[in-house]
């Protein structure tokens, strides 16, 4: 091991170090700290301390990329392994001869060369770090974090920083999605017991229809047998006496049942209408789940084509100078959005919905765009019915974005760009 890895050993040893001794039960000791003498190579993988590698591969390394790489390398195991399996087989190969630990390093600068090339501009861990900084500002992590451990001039400080940014990213994804299964879980499990209730219920009213149709069919015969077995006067009496009580008392219990069957229809359409909300809350939990679903494979689609592997060319996502003014929004996101549009070959405009920006402009930064953007969650109603209204007016294009981020922006320049290309 290099003297350069030999300090980055130490980087986890401290506050991780309880943790990765239980999942790295053959851990090497932390060697002594030692100044990091600068060096033009870049640290390759198998120098880095492996407490790194699951960070790394986990990150840096899509699941299906890294199953091509096992399959291609003829990894046992590999075939037919779920997701988690894949990415222990990764970890494992750093881990292991020296043959595969290539293949992942080569892989991993390919994948991420734009990352690569812009951090070797940096000539210290502070310019490193800055680099580090800008690109999680951006939402860019995997490349940025490849590039910030592999720099010649990163530290031990810097590493500790960098791999605890990440570390703790995870989690909060990981509890962002919890959230949502959770939820999604609890509505489901709402709308079996919502079932199961209907059902029961259906099945008491169908039991109270047959036992009352049975009393009245039971009841008739007997009153027929009465009424042919009239033999005299005294007779006819009594059985006339006999047969009025029957009858009174058929009238009282169907009168119960009326009222008993009454309640039960108004407690099933209280229970239809309390099913039909609960399916109406799961398919919109289901419809917000699918939006986020769809807009992170946008942003990951596009991102993997405005980054596109050595050798390989992607669709990058391309506005042909198409002008798109965006309103509402939040202040401090401006700049990265005009950024994302710029890189994208894109023109950008701008309106706060009326904060600070006169209303009254609406109409003429419509009438200069060709397409209109606005988040429904950051603009007042206002804005918005202006918005419509200039677009309706002028004949120009608007679509709403479901959230107020550079996410929501890159699945609308995404679906702006796939009508554009649909319609030509």
């Not at 046992?76 to 990764?90: E, P, S, T, V």
């Not at 949502?180 to 919502?194: K, P, S, T, V, Y």
């Not at 119960?256 to 309390?274: H, M």
Request: charged share 25%.
């Amino acid at each position: 091991m290099s003297n350069r890895a030999a300090i980055l050993s130490t980087v986890l040893a401290m506050p991780f170090q309880s943790e990765v001794s239980r999942l790295v039960p053959d851990r090497h000791p932390p060697l002594e700290a030692e100044a990091l003498e600068p060096t033009k190579q870049r640290t390759r993988i198998w120098d880095l301390h492996h407490s790194l590698y699951c960070s790394i591969i986990g990150t840096c390394l899509t699941t299906a990329e890294l199953r091509a790489i096992l399959l291609r390398l003829d990894v046992r195991g590999a075939q037919g392994a779920d997701d988690h399996a894949i990415h222990q087989l990764g970890v494992t190969l750093v881990s292991g001869p020296r043959a595969g630990a290539k293949h992942l390093q080569k892989a991993l600068d390919r994948r991420h060369k734009l990352a690569l090339n812009q951090c070797a501009k940096a000539k210290d861990a502070a310019a490193v770090a800055a680099f580090w900084g800008e690109a999680v500002k951006r939402g860019d992590i995997p490349g940025a974090y490849w590039a910030a451990l592999t720099h010649p001039a990163t530290t031990n400080e810097l590493v500790k920083k960098v791999f605890g940014e990440v570390h703790m990213l995870s989690h909060l994804v990981g509890a962002a999605n919890r959230a949502d299964i959770r939820r999604l879980r609890q509505l489901e499990d709402d709308n079996a017991a919502l079932a199961a209730t209907l059902a029961r219920q259906q099945r008491q009213l169908r039991d109270g229809f047959t036992a009352r149709d049975e009393t009245i069919r039971r009841l008739t015969d007997a009153l027929a047998r009465r009424a042919g077995e009239t033999a005299g006067a005294a007779a006819h009496d009594a059985d006339t006496k006999a047969l009025d009580d029957a009858l009174a008392e058929r009238e009282k219990r169907l009168s119960e049942e009326v009222a008993r069957r009454n309640a039960l229809t108004r407690r099933l359409d209280k229970l239809v209408t309390d099913l039909a909300e609960a399916n109406r809350g799961r398919q919109s939990a289901e419809r917000a789940r699918d939006a986020l679903v769809a807009e992170l494979a946008a942003a990951e689609g596009q991102i993997e084509r405005l980054m596109p592997a050595e050798g390989e060319e992607g669709e990058r996502l391309d506005l042909h100078q198409l002008c798109v003014l965006y309103v509402g929004g939040r202040s401090h996101q401006i700049p990265q959005l005009k950024g994302l549009v710029e890189r994208t070959n894109g023109r950008f405009l701008h309106h706060d919905g009326g904060l600070e920006h006169n209303a009254a402009l609406i109409p003429g930064l419509v009438s200069r765009a060709d397409i209109v953007l606005f988040p429904v969650d950051c603009i007042s109603h206002d804005a918005a019915a202006a918005v419509k209204r200039s677009c309706r007016l002028m004949e120009k294009r608007y679509l709403p974005l479901r959230t107020a981020s550079l996410a929501g922006l890159l699945a609308g320049l995404a679906a702006v760009q796939a009508s554009t290309a649909k319609a030509s």
